[in-house]
Each structure stands twice: as structure tokens, then as C-alpha cells.
């Protein structure tokens, strides 16, 4: 049986004056998968990421989801649809404990679901301490978050990502200033996301994608170069050539 697909783009394309940093990308993501994107330093990953998150239009091409178009879509309309991403630098509330920060989410959820009364208190505080329960920071849990080391702050964006209960979590440089110990929990917990959410992994770790991708896309100079399997992306010539120094 075929998988659902639960995102596409087709024809996915970004200017910016002359510069073409997303080149005519179609993609397809089926449901229940962790799909990579990887590719050099300028591949257009983190422009291919805003283009599916609405933070920037595209110059051209369409992207739908759940098999309506979203391409005109805003941000907060894709993310009440069941898109939560995180950042490559970190988009967090300093000055508001872990608790908070993780709340806020957890609150846009309960809005969406029109949530009301003393049921959705109990709600709110039952899915913020399980969302930061997931990514081991709920003894931090009233800390001010600005006071935490940098990969501390990445694993609190990971849980305001979870707590607005996404169906597609995109994950941009998740494991970007984690010790050899938080990755290895951040592998786990994706591995236990993906059994309610589709994941998107926008990652230079290599040991991470290939121990935790479905699927990779490679991008390079804003084009589709490769797309397959770890064992075929690994093995691939041109990818070897043109990212993994084969």
C-alpha cells in the first residue's frame, strides 16, 4: 500500500535579485516518515525550509499539504494547520522561564481546539510538562530560559514545537550545540515523534541523518541533486563529489 503523502511542492522556486537560492524543487513527503535534507553550506536547505513554512513566499511554484494548497498561505495559518518548526539560531522567549516559553505553545494549541474552561488549565499544564518531559528539561521547568546553555535552548524550542501537537515537526540544525549525550537522546526522541508526526531534518550531523532518515534529499546550489535511501545516498558518485568528500 502507498504511503499518504502528507506534503509536496512542485516547481519550488526562491529569488533573491539574481540569486537563485531554490531552484525549481518538486518534493514529496509521505506520511510517518523522518525525511532529510542535507547539502553544502549555501545548498538552499534553509531557504527550502522558510519557502515550506511561509516565512517567505516563493517567486514561483505551488506547495500543498494535507492535499490543500498552501502556498499563499502565512506562517500562523501553516502552523494552526499542523506545521511547528524550529530555527536554525534559536527563536525562544529569554526572558520567560522554560515553563512559559513551552505554555505559549501549548496555549496556540488549546485556541486551535477551542479548548475552554478549568479542563483546558489542566490541559495546558498536563501537555507543557509532558513536552518538556520529552526532551529531559522538565526539572528546569521554571528557569528562565535565556540562562541556558545553547543546546539546552535547542531541545526547548523542540518542545514548543511538540506541544502545539504538529503533524509535520521541521526540525532546522536541531542537534547544532548538543554533547555527544543529548544527541543520542535527541535521536531517541525522534524516533518516538515520528510514531504521531511526520519529521523534517535539516542537518550537517551525517551519524544523525543516516541512523535516523527514512529518506534523504540532497540539495545543491538550489537544485534536487540526489534523493534516495541512506545505503543509495552514501553510495551515490555525485553526492560524494559535491558534499560527503568522497
Known amino acids: 500500500m502507498a504511503a499518504v503523502t502528507l506534503l509536496s511542492a512542485r516547481g519550488l522556486t526562491r529569488d533573491f535579485g ?40 516563493p517567486s514561483e511554484g505551488r506547495i500543498q499539504f494535507e492535499g490543500r494548497d498552501i502556498t499563499r498561505q502565512p506562517a500562523h495559518v501553516r502552523v494552526a494547520s499542523g506545521i511547528a518548526y524550529t530555527f536554525q539560531i534559536t527563536s525562544i522567549f529569554g526572558k520567560l522561564s522554560l515553563y512559559d516559553n513551552v505554555a505559549l505553545a501549548a496555549q496556540r494549541r488549546l485556541f486551535n481546539e477551542k479548548s475552554k474552561g478549568r479542563a483546558a488549565g489542566s490541559l495546558l499544564r498536563a501537555r507543557t510538562m509532558e ?19 545553547y543546546g539546552h535552548q535547542r531541545l526547548l524550542e523542540i518542545a514548543m514545537g511538540l506541544a502545539l501537537g504538529p503533524k509535520l515537526l521541521i526540525l532546522d540544525e536541531p542537534t547544532q550545540g548538543l554533547a555527544d549525550g543529548e544527541i543520542e537522546n535527541f535521536i531517541d526522541l525522534v524516533r518516538g515523534v515520528v510514531r504521531e508526526a511526520t519529521v523534517l531534518l535539516i542537518e550537517h550531523n551525517m551519524g544523525v541523518v543516516m541512523r535516523l532518515a527514512d529518506r534523504i534529499t540532497v540539495l545543491n546550489f538550489g537544485k534536487v541533486l540526489a534523493e534516495g535511501s541512506p545505503a543509495e545516498i552514501r553510495a551515490d558518485p555525485a553526492v560524494q563529489s559535491a558534499y560527503l568528500g568522497g
Open 131 to 149: 513536552a518538556l518531559e520529552r526532551v529531559n528539561l522538565a526539572e528546569l521547568a521554571q528557569q528562565i530560559a535565556g540562562s541556558l546553555s
Open 18 to 57: 539574481g540569486l537563485r537560492a531554490v531552484d525549481q524543487v518538486d518534493f514529496d513527503l509521505p506520511r510517518g516518515q523522518v525525511r532529510a535534507v542535507i547539502g553544502p553550506n549555501g545548498a538552499g536547505k534553509t531557504t527550502f525550509v522558510n519557502l515550506l513554512c511561509g516565512r517567505i513566499p
